[in-house]
C-alpha cells in the first residue's frame, strides 16, 4: 500500500500535538510510585489503549481478547499474546497491574440494569470484568463504550455499573466525549468511565476541543482501484446527493438518507460496505481507518479489508483515550484501601 512520506510526517504531527505532553508532574511521581505503571488490556480488540497507554511509558503485563484475528494483530504490533474468552481467565491469574482498561462489549448489557444488587450483572460480560477488578484492584480503572450506555434502560444500567464499581471500593465518575475534539476527523461519540480506589482529588475530564486534522491530511493520495464504487452505485449516490465540501465522507444511515461531512461518522464494526465513502466514489482504506482512530501509521496493518473494517470499527480513538489516561496518572489518589469494599456476588 502506497503512503507518502509527506503524509505520513504530517499525520504523526497531527498527532503528536493531539496527545501533547502535559505540565504535569513526571509519571514516575504519581501515586510515590518510582517503578512503571502497569496495565492490562482487557477486550484488547487491536489495543487503542494500548497504544494510547504505551505513548503514556506505561507497560502491558496482561491482554484479552476472544477474537483470533484481533489476538493475531495485537500480538504482532505490540509482542504480547493476548489471553482468549474472559469467561475461561481466573481473575486470580491476571497479573497485578496498576491500571485496567476495558471497552467491554456493548451487546450484553441490556440485562445489567434490571434488578437490584450485584446478582443482576451475572452472565454479563461486565461482570466478568468486575470479578476481575474485585480480585486484582488496581488503582484506577479506565472503561469505554458506546454513548448508549448513558441512556440505556433509563439510565438504570450505567447506574449498576457504577454502583458495582463503588462497591468494590472505587470513586467513580463518568463522561461522554467526542474524538472530534481530539484532533481526529471522525464523529465518534463514546462513554468513558473513570474509577479511583479509594478515590482521587485533582481528576478532571479533557475539556479542551483540539483543532481537526483536515481530512485531506489523512486521506491516501493513490488508493488502491479495489476500493472504488461501481459506477452503477457512484451515480445513484449522485443522483440523491450533492455535497458542499471535498474532500468529503458521504454517510448513509439505515433509511438510506445520504449526508456528507468534512469528516468522517463513527466508523462501526457490522457497517454495510459503501456505509462510508470518499466522496461518493471509494471504501476508506485500511491506513485511512486507523489514522481515523489515531493510530500511528507505524502500527501495522495485519489481515484482509474486512478484518481491518471490523477492528478499527470497534477501537477506541487513540488520542481520546490518551488525553483521558494521562489526566487518571496524574490525579492525586487518595492512599489507597488494601480491603475490597465490595463483594462480587457469584454464587
Ligand atoms: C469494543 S471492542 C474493544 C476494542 C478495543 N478497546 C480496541 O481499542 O481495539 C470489544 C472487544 O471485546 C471482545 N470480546 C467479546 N467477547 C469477549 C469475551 N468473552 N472475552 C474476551 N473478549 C471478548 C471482542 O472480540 C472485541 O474485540
Same mark, same amino acid.
Given at each position: 500500500?502506497? &503512503?507518502?512520506?509527506e503524509?505520513?510526517g504530517k499525520?504523526?504531527?497531527v498527532?503528536?500535538?493531539?496527545?501533547?505532553?502535559p505540565l504535569l508532574?513526571? #509519571?514516575?511521581d504519581?501515586w510515590g =510510585?518510582?517503578?512503571k505503571?502497569t496495565?492490562v488490556d482487557?477486550f484488547?480488540?487491536?489495543?487503542?489503549?494500548?497504544?494510547?497507554?504505551?505513548?503514556?511509558?506505561?507497560?502491558c503485563v496482561?491482554?484479552?481478547d476472544?477474537?483470533?484475528?484481533?489476538r493475531?494483530v495485537?500480538?504482532h %504490533?505490540y509482542? #504480547?499474546k @493476548?489471553?482468549s474468552?474472559?469467561c475461561?481467565?481466573?481473575?486470580e491469574?491476571?497479573p497485578?497491574?496498576?491500571?485496567?482498561?476495558?471497552?467491554?462489549p456493548?451487546?450484553p448489557?441490556s440485562i445489567?440494569g %434490571?434488578?437490584?444488587?450485584?446478582?443482576?450483572a451475572?452472565g454479563?460480560?461486565f461482570?466478568?470484568l468486575?470479578k476481575?477488578?474485585?480480585?486484582? =484492584?488496581?488503582?484506577?480503572?479506565?472503561?469505554e463504550?458506546v454513548?448508549?450506555?448513558a441512556s440505556?434502560n433509563e439510565?438504570?444500567?450505567?447506574q449498576r455499573i457504577?454502583?458495582?464499581?463503588?462497591?468494590l471500593g472505587y =470513586?467513580?465518575d463518568?463522561m461522554?466525549?467526542n474524538?472530534?475534539?481530539?484532533?481526529?476527523?471522525q464523529?465518534?461519540?463514546?462513554i468513558?468511565?473513570v474509577?479511583?480506589k479509594?478515590g482521587?482529588?485533582?481528576f478532571?475530564w479533557?475539556d479542551?476541543a483540539? @483543532?481537526?486534522?483536515p481530512?485531506k491530511e489523512?486521506?491516501?493520495?493513490?488508493?488502491?482501484?479495489?476500493?472504488?464504487?461501481?459506477?452503477?452505485?457512484r451515480?445513484?449516490? =449522485?443522483?440523491h446527493h450533492k455535497a458542499?465540501?471535498?474532500?468529503s465522507?458521504?454517510?448513509? %444511515?439505515k433509511?438510506?438518507h445520504?449526508?456528507?461531512y468534512?469528516f468522517?461518522?463513527?466508523?462501526?464494526?457490522g457497517?454495510s460496505?459503501?456505509?462510508?465513502l470518499?466522496d461518493g &466514489?471509494?471504501r476508506?482504506?485500511?491506513?485511512?481507518l486507523?489514522?481515523?482512530?489515531g493510530f500511528p501509521?507505524?502500527f501495522?496493518i495485519v489481515?484482509?479489508?474486512?478484518q481491518?473494517?471490523k477492528?478499527a470499527? %470497534?477501537?477506541v480513538p487513540? @488520542?481520546m483515550v490518551?488525553?483521558?489516561i494521562?489526566?487518571?496518572?496524574?490525579a492525586?489518589?487518595?492512599?489507597?484501601s488494601?480491603?475490597?469494599q465490595?463483594?462480587?456476588?457469584?454464587?
Amino acid at each position: 500500500m502506497k &503512503k507518502t512520506n509527506e503524509l505520513f510526517g504530517k499525520f504523526d504531527d497531527v498527532l503528536k500535538s493531539a496527545c501533547r505532553v502535559p505540565l504535569l508532574p513526571p #509519571i514516575g511521581d504519581f501515586w510515590g =510510585q518510582k517503578k512503571k505503571l502497569t496495565f492490562v488490556d482487557m477486550f484488547c480488540g487491536i489495543g487503542g489503549f494500548h497504544t494510547a497507554a504505551k505513548s503514556l511509558g506505561m507497560e502491558c503485563v496482561f491482554a484479552c481478547d476472544i477474537d483470533a484475528d484481533c489476538r493475531k494483530v495485537y500480538e504482532h %504490533n505490540y509482542h #504480547i499474546k @493476548p489471553e482468549s474468552d474472559i469467561c475461561r481467565i481466573n481473575p486470580e491469574n491476571v497479573p497485578d497491574h496498576d491500571v485496567l482498561f476495558a471497552g467491554f462489549p456493548c451487546q450484553p448489557f441490556s440485562i445489567i440494569g %434490571n434488578r437490584g444488587g450485584f446478582a443482576d450483572a451475572r452472565g454479563t460480560l461486565f461482570f466478568e470484568l468486575a470479578k476481575v477488578i474485585e480480585a486484582k =484492584q488496581p488503582r484506577a480503572l479506565v472503561l469505554e463504550n458506546v454513548r448508549m450506555l448513558a441512556s440505556h434502560n433509563e439510565g438504570k444500567t450505567l447506574q449498576r455499573i457504577k454502583e458495582v464499581l463503588t462497591e468494590l471500593g472505587y =470513586q467513580v465518575d463518568h463522561m461522554i466525549l467526542n474524538a472530534l475534539n481530539f484532533g481526529l476527523p471522525q464523529k465518534r461519540e463514546r462513554i468513558l468511565i473513570v474509577g479511583f480506589k479509594g478515590g482521587a482529588s485533582g481528576f478532571n475530564w479533557p475539556d479542551r476541543a483540539l @483543532p481537526m486534522i483536515p481530512l485531506k491530511e489523512l486521506l491516501e493520495s493513490e488508493p488502491d482501484k479495489r476500493f472504488f464504487v461501481s459506477e452503477r452505485i457512484r451515480r445513484k449516490r =449522485q443522483a440523491h446527493h450533492k455535497a458542499t465540501v471535498t474532500p468529503s465522507i458521504w454517510h448513509e %444511515n439505515k433509511a438510506g438518507h445520504i449526508s456528507s461531512y468534512p469528516f468522517s461518522c463513527a466508523l462501526r464494526a457490522g457497517a454495510s460496505y459503501n456505509y462510508l465513502l470518499v466522496d461518493g &466514489k471509494r471504501r476508506l482504506t485500511p491506513r485511512e481507518l486507523l489514522r481515523l482512530q489515531g493510530f500511528p501509521d507505524s502500527f501495522e496493518i495485519v489481515g484482509n479489508d474486512s478484518q481491518i473494517r471490523k477492528q478499527a470499527g %470497534n477501537s477506541v480513538p487513540v @488520542p481520546m483515550v490518551k488525553a483521558v489516561i494521562e489526566r487518571v496518572i496524574h490525579a492525586r489518589q487518595s492512599k489507597p484501601s488494601t480491603q475490597t469494599q465490595g463483594r462480587v456476588n457469584a454464587a
